[in-house]
């Protein structure tokens, strides 16, 4: 290859790069729109507001069970200002649906923490979609943890749509008003093998011609 003019390699640069330019679209395409994930978007909470079952206070949620606590400058974000305690005066939800596709993989990622004022501890959420795929997860408040320094850790986990819509729901195990944190929430779609494939093919192509290039201009000036 390091004998082809400089038009055809790149060309073939250029037609590497598309490859894999159109294996991204093509992921993105498939990628779920979640809504102000991070809580940044609804009515201003002060300090904090408890918003009762069906409020939908937070733009683009809804609360049910027994309400959660809207979080603004009480304690440490992970993202931004605001966050969710999802328990109020005891485990309450928030859920969210998403337009999905069947059978496309999705990847949640979100960030957890847990309310210190009941001092240390563990405090229990269970994530669903749709009332399926729950998958439970643990934050252990501990002595080092308070408003300041919340220790916020990130978790995720995948789900398989099977209809054309899915609700995520997180949901508090904790029935005490001093429940998880909630903050900094995101899905996207999880890349198919022949997309991951097409990706480094069109990627590894494009730098090995680089290379070659730099080699031949190399010999040319010596």
Do not use: C
Not at 30 to 40: D, H, K, R, W
Not at 129 to 151: K, L, R
Not at 160 to 178: G, I, K, R
Request: hydrophobic letters at 45%.
């Amino acid at each position: 290859m390091e004998n082809l003019p400089v038009q055809a390699v790149t060309k073939f640069v250029t037609g590497a790069a598309v490859a894999a330019a159109v294996a991204l679209s093509g992921a993105a395409a498939n990628a779920a729109t979640l809504v102000n994930g991070s809580f940044e978007s609804g009515v201003n909470p002060g300090s904090f507001t408890t918003l009762g079952h069906n409020s939908t206070a937070i733009d683009g949620w809804i609360v049910k069970g027994n309400g959660v606590d809207y979080i603004g400058s009480y304690w440490q974000a992970a993202d931004g200002v605001r966050s969710v305690d999802l328990s109020a005066l005891n485990g309450g939800s928030i859920q969210q649906t998403i337009d999905t596709i069947v059978g496309k993989t999705y990847k949640v990622s979100f960030w957890l923490a847990g309310n210190p004022d009941a001092g240390a501890g563990d405090k229990l959420m269970a994530s669903s979609v749709s009332g399926d795929w729950v998958n439970n997860f643990t934050f252990t408040v501990t002595g080092a943890n308070n408003h300041n320094n919340m220790g916020w850790t990130q978790y995720s986990y995948e789900f398989t749509a099977f209809d054309t819509s899915s609700t995520l729901v997180f949901n508090s195990q904790t029935h005490t008003p001093y429940g998880p944190a909630l903050d900094n929430v995101s899905i996207s779609a999880v890349p198919e093998p022949a997309t991951w494939a097409m990706m480094i093919i069109g990627f590894g192509a494009a730098g090995s011609m680089v290379r070659s290039r730099r080699k031949v201009a190399g010999a040319a000036l010596a």
